[in-house]
């Protein structure tokens, strides 16, 4: 399964002009099981997402409070950009979007 | 034990929704203490910052119905207004509101910060104070320089609570402010009224978007919350909204890089161990830290960068839909290799970028899609050159190029794509960018602003508008 396909809302927006954050949301349990165990909602695999290096990438976040997951990285074109192509950032949610969720083994259980 | 504060929240850049006074009734009737609303932002990039005109939001009409029952029950407003917040744009707003007081035969006292920033005042901190270092990793920026400052067309700073805390103590009627911190706006009275600063600062932060916060979200809504010495109670004024742990929670998490950790002027916000109960009217916030830290405002910088004219193309011609990126480039080429314009090139003072919309447009070389498979297509060129003369020019020049240039399998001989707007160059505007966005060191948060407190409508405000629009 997609990612697109796994998550209800997928929210994509700056956190400041120079970052970019997508949060995830996800409609039941298993499906939220699936995307976070997955190997694209690690560090590694948002930085192959996006084809920046890790060190780009702020971090991914899990709340299991709302089956919710959030992921942060720094834009490679921001607001500051002339010509920047998505001022609000509202529309950069689709390479990690379309990821294929394959578990990643070193993960472990979901706390 | 210090009484409950009682806070209604809003967001002034947003119309409101049209049964909003039954909500404003309904948080009346629940209390209220004190009635805020963000309306400053950077999330519109550089060119409002930059060139100092504002965004059509018609603030003080969004804010009427608020202040209209703030003044009714004799409770402060909280306003930040403008949003890129610089003088000039508070200063729109404040005639607006000036116009808007007038009309409703108002005259309330209000406490005005302005939170631009003097040239001089920076110059002199880059100069004899502490390094003014980057705010954002991703912006590639060095500690502020001298030049920085002298190169920045304005330069706001996002205030914390503090000056506003300062005029409320005046026994004004409202705080207007610039640039602002959002939650600093809903920190500002409730500490004053003994309110921990972590519980403070949670409610603000579930708060400054108004009814977004809410399910459904809708920042044209209000919400409203109660503070105590241990935490909060959040509720929908609107019968049509409610207040869910999960749209709360939800809510931490927007715009923010991190869903529990914020930096903020003074301390760090930490939400790692808050908790949300649902109770019979709503949901009940507690368990926020707040950790002590140096403090530092973060400033707004925009710099010139040039001038934008763009021309636009459509394409229909399944040929060229087939090879629409190496046209493009052809086309670009000869712009940058034209003798006219090899030495701006050269020197920087031309740039340009080609965005085919139905290939790319959006995610540039991230799209892995790399061919049109749409049966049509826009061609945006976008340039920027140091002065509109030169731009408009380019994107002339690149429109002929696209317009007639040749390439592989031509059958169009008579013209290459479709010209939907006439004239075919727009010229747009200055375009500016984030070259400040650091963290300014501060003994004295009150220090860098101008503080005043001012009776609306303004002595001859309303007056010289009129006057204006009668020649």
């Not at chain 1, 560090?43 to 920046?52: I, R």
């Not at chain 1, 971090?59 to 992921?71: C, E, L, P, Q, T």
């Not at chain 2, 100069?127 to 003014?132: L, M, N, R, S």
């Not at chain 2, 899609?369 to 297509?377: D, F």
């Amino acid at each position: 399964m997609r990612l697109y396909e796994c998550a209800d809302i997928i929210r994509s927006k700056n956190a400041g002009p120079f970052t970019l954050t997508i949060d995830l949301f996800f409609g039941d349990e298993e499906r939220y099981s699936i995307a976070k165990g997955s190997m694209l909602l690690t560090v590694a695999g948002v930085a192959q997402a996006y084809g920046v290096e890790e060190s780009r990438v702020k971090g991914v976040y899990f709340d299991d409070r709302i089956r919710a997951a959030k992921v942060s990285l720094l834009r490679w074109s921001s607001s500051a950009d002339p010509f920047c192509a998505d001022m609000f950032g509202a529309h950069l949610h689709t390479p990690l979007a379309d990821g294929e969720l394959v578990p990643a083994l070193s993960k472990g259980v979901p706390a | 034990m210090s009484r409950p504060v009682r806070i209604l929240g809003f967001v002034n850049h947003i119309a409101p929704v049209p049964d909003i006074e039954d909500e404003i009734r309904q948080a009346f009737e629940w209390g209220v203490d004190v009635v805020v609303a963000q309306g400053t932002g950077s999330d519109w990039g550089p060119y409002w910052l930059g060139s100092g005109e504002q965004v059509s939001a018609n603030q003080a009409a969004n804010v009427e119905p608020y202040v209209r029952a703030a003044l009714q029950h004799g409770v402060p407003f909280v306003f930040s207004f403008g949003i890129a917040g610089a003088d000039v744009h508070l200063e729109t707003c404040l005639r607006s509101f000036d116009e808007m007081c007038e009309r409703n035969g108002w005259s309330p006292e209000v406490g005005v910060v302005r939170s631009e920033i003097g040239k001089d005042y920076l110059a002199a901190a880059v100069a004899d104070g502490p390094p003014v270092v980057p705010c954002s990793e991703g912006a590639g920026h060095q500690p502020l320089t001298l030049a920085d400052v002298a190169d920045a067309e304005r330069v706001v700073a996002l205030i914390g609570p503090e000056p506003v805390q300062e005029l409320l103590g005046r026994g004004v009627d409202g705080v207007i402010t610039g640039r602002a911190l959002d939650i600093g706006l809903f920190m500002a009275l409730p500490m004053m009224r003994g309110i921990p600063t972590a519980v403070a600062a949670h409610a603000g932060k579930l708060l400054e978007c108004g009814g977004l916060a809410l399910e459904p979200g809708d920042s044209g809504r209000s919400i409203w919350a109660s503070l105590d010495e241990t935490g909060f109670e959040v509720r929908s004024p609107s019968k049509q909204a409610r207040a869910s742990v999960r749209s709360l929670v939800s809510h931490t998490f927007y715009e923010r890089a991190h869903p529990t950790l914020e930096e903020n002027p003074g301390g760090a916000l930490d939400l790692s161990q808050a908790t949300y109960h649902e109770t019979a009217t709503g949901i009940r916030c507690a368990g926020a830290q707040w950790h002590e830290a140096p403090y530092t405002l973060l400033l707004e910088g925009a710099r010139r960068e040039g001038f934008r004219a763009v021309t636009l193309l459509g394409v229909r011609e399944p040929e060229l839909l087939r090879q629409a990126r190496t046209w493009t480039d052809a086309a670009e080429r000869e712009v940058r290799s034209a003798p006219r314009f090899a030495a701006h090139v050269a020197a920087g003072r031309l740039r340009i970028s080609t965005r085919i919309f139905g290939l790319d447009a959006v995610l540039g070389e991230l799209e892995p899609n790399r061919a049109i498979t749409g049966h049509e297509a826009g061609v945006l060129v976008d340039v920027v050159a140091d002065n509109e003369e030169l731009a408009r020019e380019v994107a002339y020049f690149a429109f002929i190029r696209l317009f007639i240039g040749p390439y592989p399998g031509r059958k169009t001989t008579a013209g290459n794509a479709a010209a939907p707007i006439m004239p075919v160059v727009i010229p747009v505007s200055d375009v500016y960018t984030f070259s400040i966005y650091h963290l300014l060191p501060l003994a004295d948060p009150l220090e860098p602003f101008r503080l005043s407190v001012e009776r609306f409508p303004r002595a001859g405000a309303v007056k010289e508008e009129a006057a204006h629009a009668a020649v």
